[in-house]
T-cell receptor
Framework: DAGVIQSPRHEVTEMGQEVTLRCKPI?????LFWYRQTMMRGLELLIY????????DSGMPEDRFSAKMPNASFSTLKIQPSEPRDSAVYFC????????????FGPGTRLTVT | QKEVEQNSGPLSVPEGAIASLNCTYS??????FFWYRQYSGKSPELIMS????GDKEDGRFTAQLNKASQYVSLLIRDSQPSDSATYLC???????????FGTGTKLQVIP
């Protein structure tokens, strides 16, 4: 079975540009999580969805960040406008409710904002 | 106080030794506990889950949970250089599927 799929794997963009990260969760999983990882702050939860509904977006750093999950098999994380401090690795993870919260991570998107 | 605390390391052990990784958490209501392994430049990989007090063994890995002391640990027997990675402790803090991650302990297994 395919795991969590993320695209792109690497993104280099200039400050002020819009960035869209994409995620396809494991088929059948009904919870999806967006994380950001940096050396300084470790792994931070940005937002998570349950059955396509955003449950907790308290980790979203500011209004420049937005996330959507239009259906059970696709989610996007958008940054507009991007800033150099947004440079990080962004992970998407999914889990199946009722299986004791085990989350499975995608390969991540390494974002560099110059 | 951080919700999930780990020593950042690095923890260095010789090949063949037992590596002991520790984690404490603050929420007494936590129910589910996880260990993830993350190789440099890769994503976190779930290696152990534990839900009740005591030990859980899977191959060379043993997870230990003590809810009274709010303490969870991971033992790696017969450590191999391929075990060199950062190990993340994660705890379900209540509410749907959300878990909180520690900052991780870097393990170095010396050949």
């Amino acid at each position: 079975d395919a795991g969590v799929i993320q695209s792109p794997r690497h993104e280099v963009t200039e400050m002020g540009q819009e960035v869209t990260l994409r995620c396809k969760p494991i088929s059948g999983h009904n919870s999806l999580f967006w994380y950001r990882q940096t050396m300084m702050r470790g792994l931070e939860l940005l937002i998570y969805f349950n059955n396509n509904v955003p449950i907790d977006d308290s980790g979203m750093p500011e209004d420049r960040f937005s996330a959507k999950m239009p259906n059970a098999s696709f989610s996007t994380l958008k940054i507009q406008p991007s800033e150099p401090r947004d440079s990080a690795v962004y992970f998407c993870a999914s889990s199946l409710q009722g299986i004791d919260y085990e989350q499975y991570f995608g390969p991540g998107t390494r974002l560099t904002v110059t | 106080q951080k919700e999930v605390e780990q020593n950042s390391g690095p923890l260095s052990v010789p090949e063949g030794a037992i590596a002991s990784l520790n984690c404490t958490y603050s929420d007494r209501g936590s129910q589910s506990f996880f260990w993830y392994r993350q190789y440099s430049g890769k994503s976190p990989e779930l290696i152990m889950s534990i839900y009740s007090n005591g030990d859980k063994e899977d191959g060379r890995f043993t997870a230990q949970l003590n809810k009274a002391s709010q303490y969870v640990s991971l033992l790696i027997r017969d450590s191999q250089p391929s075990d060199s990675a950062t190990y993340l402790c994660a705890v379900n803090s209540g509410g749907y599927q959300k878990v909180t991650f520690g900052t991780g302990t870097k393990l170095q297994v010396i050949p």
